[in-house]
């Protein structure tokens, strides 16, 4: 048994001989399934959500760039729209390769996708005139997700950005929901006027939440757990801050995409990125970050 690989103008897909899956969207790179090898899905994805291009999808794994929200106060990103423009560009498929064990039990994939100033639309190079290229590699083994990007600054002047892998985990029930890893952490409460607030013990969900975290040691893994049992650990590198949004009734209520109404349930964005201010990447220079999801 070999991986299987397929691809088409919208998407790629990749299964390995162990049984788990993943499809990737060419719009956003959008990682929009990530299945066990019995089938049932790990990400939560919006029924209602856009898969043809028209808008950024809601679930799964969109990426943000080059601006977290909005940012109508820094001036070289203040024109973007929310979460910049990456998971509303089409992406190039680079390629893929594959590492197969003796055995072929254990074998993964990795998919690689671009974009780059090139790649984008003009209205977008309108907004955000720098020179850059995205990497984004997607790797499936049979109990872990990665997922990571490059930034280069291709240009002859420096550019200031923030990055977030707004992962949509599925979950059962919300209320079973526990995240650990952030006790103690400084964390904005966006919910709360953007006060800033200290994490005590673990996080869980009984209304609104979307918060910032800067967890003090980013090497500690933030695992969600449900009924007390350990579902999904993410661990980071370079990405130092963690986002947890859940919209609750009344946000999910507003979004036109969010679907079925009840699905804030059934769902929570653990979100890895570098978004607590902006980083600078001198010319010539290359950011890299990525998150490794283990079941
Ligand atoms: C989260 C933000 O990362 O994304 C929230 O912290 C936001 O404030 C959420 O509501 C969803 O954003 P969007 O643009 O996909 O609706």
Known sequence: AQVNITHDNSRVSAVLPSGESIEVLLHGATVTSWKDRAGNERLWLSDAAKLDGSKAVRGG???????????PDHEPTSKLPQHGFARNSRWD??????????GQTDASVKLDFGLSKATITDEAKKLWPFSFSLIYSV?????????????TNDGDQPFEFQTLLHTYFRIGDINKVSVSG?????????????KEKQQAGDVSIAGEVDRVYHPA?????????EGGESKFSI????????????????????????????????MICVEA????????????????????ITV
């Not at 790797?139 to 930034?151: E, K, S």
């Not at 590198?237 to 349930?265: C, H, I, R």
């Not at 990125?273 to 490794?292: I, P, R």
């Open 61 to 71: 794994i969109p990426l943000v760039f080059p601006v977290f929200g909005t940012a």
């Open 235 to 266: 661990v980071r590198e370079t990405l130092g801050d963690v986002v947890v949004w859940n919209p609750w009734t009344e946000k999910a209520q507003g979004m036109g995409d969010f679907e079925p109404k009840d699905g804030y349930k059934n």
């Open 93 to 102: 498929f680079l390629g893929k390769s594959t590492t197969e064990s003796s």
């Open 139 to 151: 790797t499936l083994t049979p109990d872990a997700l990665r997922t990571g990007i490059v930034i």
């Open 273 to 292: 990125g570098s978004v607590k201010g902006f980083t600078k990447l001198e010319a010539g220079d290359a950011y890299s970050g990525e998150q490794v």
């Open 217 to 225: 040691n980013p090497s500690t893994p933030v695992v969600i757990s």
């Open 182 to 194: 952030l006790e103690d952490a400084a964390y904005i409460d966006k919910v709360d006027g953007a």
